[in-house]
């Protein structure tokens, strides 16, 4: 009996208790809602900061099209169709180039071909049109097409005076260049000697291990290592979100439109009663003075249209910038179809080190001094290749008379292999890498050297898989200084710091197997965009697409959700030091969970684990009563804490009056810059 009445009054204490929290929460709920329009009123001001950067943006790129238009110094803006097309039909024009004048030459071609590339990234969706996405990407195209031909020409050029360029010892002409962006040789079979079979050029391994009946004819190989990728089709660029935009601004546009109808007739109604005032006016000192109000309130109303109209367009731009943002981390529905057993998936990997262009050339006629002059033949068809192996073998005994040729190249000093590299050749007819045709490949990562065989030649390149450092295991975005921070991102294999301050980044510091690892990007300033493309090249990609999610298990996010939250971060980012949270895996897809906490000194920093959590679902913040110690999860609001309809007021409650005014005085393009980030590596989706 006693037990059973201490069991329900326990029962009875626990009901209680649950009613209480009950009210308690529903309380909460309540205060939440009663000042949720106000919370998000200051929030819309403070993200009028992503409006404003993109008015930066903008200014930025009528800057340089000014500073690029009083520079004259003869080079042409590759924006405009007139200047570029009449680059590109000059340089046509210009024959007998050397190797050296079109190396030197590429360099203003490579940039211009970065220029184009940079503003298809860097304008926004909403600005772009189908017609100047075709423009760009045509000159994109005219400018690679033209420096290959370039190449092949020079390459021409070279070998009809291969006889007057022999070895003395080997009797065969050997050519390299070495440039920032090619690496040239060229070999020109003289003597053909079939003993002559290993070609290696200038005392290093590159080279090749050619058949016999190569090395008994008359050809010249070589090989063309563009550090650029300028074979692999290009991308299509996104354009979905004009429609979106459309579809999310129509209600913002109509507000302006309304806005515009409503001063006009205020305007009206205001001077119809002072104009049969004027008419009506007895005395000349009267009328004088009703002009006089007129004006005034003419003037009033005007400036009232005007500040009206510029509220309404702002509105229009912020929500331009937030569809914007979001299309930004939304995920495709379908994987891209690849038919070939053999094809490269390039959304699953991704080239890297530039491409090697082999090739083997009938070698032309040479050049024959006569009587002072230097007598040449020309071809008509110019520059031959000579087909390996050759389309009928019929006329040959030996079935293995065209065994595959053995090639060693040396791998980009500067490109990071996580793995060993896979090596992929270009079908021509299929406009796409392959992987069939090679055999017996082996990698000296020391050396750096990569050998392989290959059936017949064609340009090749190296691939790693784009995701090997996704998902990450964890992240951290630290203040370093107001509007100055430090994201880290930790992977399997690396560890990569990033500085992003103003509208800038820069990589601090790479660390791999907890080695720091040197690399030409530390120390250089670039914008975001750019920042991205050169980490990319280099191999370290971090940056999630919109097609990973079929590669990677992820912690997938509400996209509405996870952007919101990439915002409020921004905002408080010069305050506030963030990072990754065990949790954030457990919790449903409509929530987000990091680790916060003020920012203070490195020492302090180090000895407190026990960060703070926060809970945020896109409209509601919320502190949690576990830690990241903590050996269940649960939703529990930490005791003598509320709900709240962002981050900014949630830390508000608990922030020194130093830290608020650290994340007020923020500037724009420093808050645009780290959300930019943040939304490029997806930390919360990809962890």
Not at 43 to 59: M, P, T, V
Not at 179 to 204: H, M, Q
Not at 363 to 390: S, T
Request: hydrophobic share 35%; charged share 30%; glycine share 2%.
């Amino acid at each position: 009996e006693e037990a059973r009445v201490k069991h329900e009054k326990e029962e009875m204490e626990r009901l209680e208790r649950q009613r209480i929290d009950r009210e308690k929460w529903h309380q909460l709920e309540a205060l939440d809602l009663e000042r949720r329009k106000e919370e998000l009123e200051e929030l819309y001001l403070l993200e009028a900061c992503f409006s404003e950067a993109e008015k930066l943006k903008q200014d930025t790129r009528l800057l340089s099209q000014w500073n690029h238009y009083i520079q004259c110094d003869g080079s042409p803006d590759p924006s405009i169709s007139p200047e570029i097309n009449t680059f590109i039909s000059l340089w046509k024009e210009e024959t007998n180039e050397t190797l050296e004048e079109v190396i030197a030459k590429s360099k203003l071609v490579l940039n211009l071909i970065e220029k184009l590339r940079l503003l298809l990234l860097q304008m926004p969706s909403y600005d772009l049109e189908d017609k100047t996405i075709k423009q760009y990407q045509g000159s994109i195209l005219e400018l690679q097409e033209l420096l290959h031909l370039k190449f092949n020409t020079a390459t021409e050029i070279l070998l009809r005076q291969a006889s007057t360029l022999a070895d003395l010892d080997s009797g065969n002409m050997e050519k390299v260049i070495q440039d920032e962006n090619v690496t040239l040789y060229v070999w020109a079979n003289l003597k053909k000697n079939p003993r002559y079979r290993s070609i290696r050029f200038s005392e290093t391994q590159i080279g090749f291990e050619i058949p016999r009946i190569l090395a008994t004819s008359d050809i010249a190989v070589r090989l063309l290592h563009t550090h650029y990728d300028h074979v692999t089709p290009l991308w299509p660029v996104l354009t979905p979100l004009q429609e979106r935009v459309a579809t999310v601004t129509d209600s913002v546009e109509d507000e302006v439109k309304n806005g515009e109808a409503e001063i006009s007739d205020e305007l009206q109604e205001e001077n119809k009663p002072q104009e049969c005032e004027s008419v009506s006016v007895q005395e000349e000192e009267t009328t004088f003075e009703e002009e006089g109000d007129i004006e005034v309130q003419t003037s009033s109303v005007q400036e009232e249209a005007e500040a009206t109209k510029c509220e309404l367009e702002t509105k229009l731009l912020s929500e331009t910038v937030f569809a914007a943002q979001l299309l930004l981390i939304e995920n495709a529905n379908e994987k891209p179809c690849f038919f070939g057993d053999n094809e490269v998936d390039l959304c699953q990997f991704t080239t890297l080190g530039g491409v090697y262009h082999l090739d083997i050339f009938e070698l032309p006629p040479q050049c024959k001094p006569m009587k002072g002059w230097i007598i040449v033949e020309l071809l008509k068809e110019g520059l031959r290749k000579y087909i390996y192996p050759p389309e009928s073998t019929e006329d040959f005994e030996t079935e293995n008379a065209f065994p595959p040729i053995e090639v060693t190249l040396e791998v980009q000093e500067d490109v990071i292999f996580f793995e060993d590299p896979m090596v992929a050749r270009w079908d021509a007819e299929g406009k796409h890498w392959q992987t069939d045709g090679i055999s017996n490949v082996s990698y000296k990562s020391e050396e750096r050297l990569i050998t392989f065989s290959l059936e017949t030649f064609s340009p090749v390149t190296l691939i790693q898989d784009a995701h090997i450092n996704m998902p990450f295991q964890s992240w951290e975005l630290r203040p370093l200084d107001v509007n100055k921070v430090l994201l880290t991102v930790t992977t399997v294999f690396t560890e990569i710091e990033i500085q992003i301050k103003e509208n800038l980044c820069m990589l601090a510091s790479i660390k791999l197997d907890n080695k720091k690892h040197s690399s030409i990007l530390e120390g250089r300033w670039m914008t975001p965009i750019s920042f991205i493309l050169a980490l990319k090249e280099t191999g370290l990609n971090i940056f999630p697409t919109r097609h990973s999610h079929f590669y990677v298990v992820i912690n997938n996010k509400d996209p509405l959700v996870e952007m919101k939250a990439y915002r409020q971060l921004a905002l408080l980012s010069s305050a506030f030091a963030f990072g990754w949270s065990k949790w954030n895996v457990v919790c449903s897809s409509k929530n987000v969970i990091v680790k916060l906490r003020e920012h203070v000194s490195e020492e302090e920093l180090v000895q407190d684990f026990n960060w703070p959590l926060l809970m945020f679902s896109g409209d509601r913040a919320q502190r949690l009563n576990i830690n990241e110690n903590s050996e269940t999860f649960s939703e529990a609001l930490k005791e003598e804490t509320e709900f709240h309809s962002t981050l900014y007021h949630m830390v508000k409650d608990f922030a020194s009056k130093e830290a608020m005014e650290k994340i007020r005085s923020s500037k724009c393009q420093f808050i645009d810059s780290v959300c930019y980030m943040l939304l490029s590596t997806r930390v919360l989706s990809y962890s």
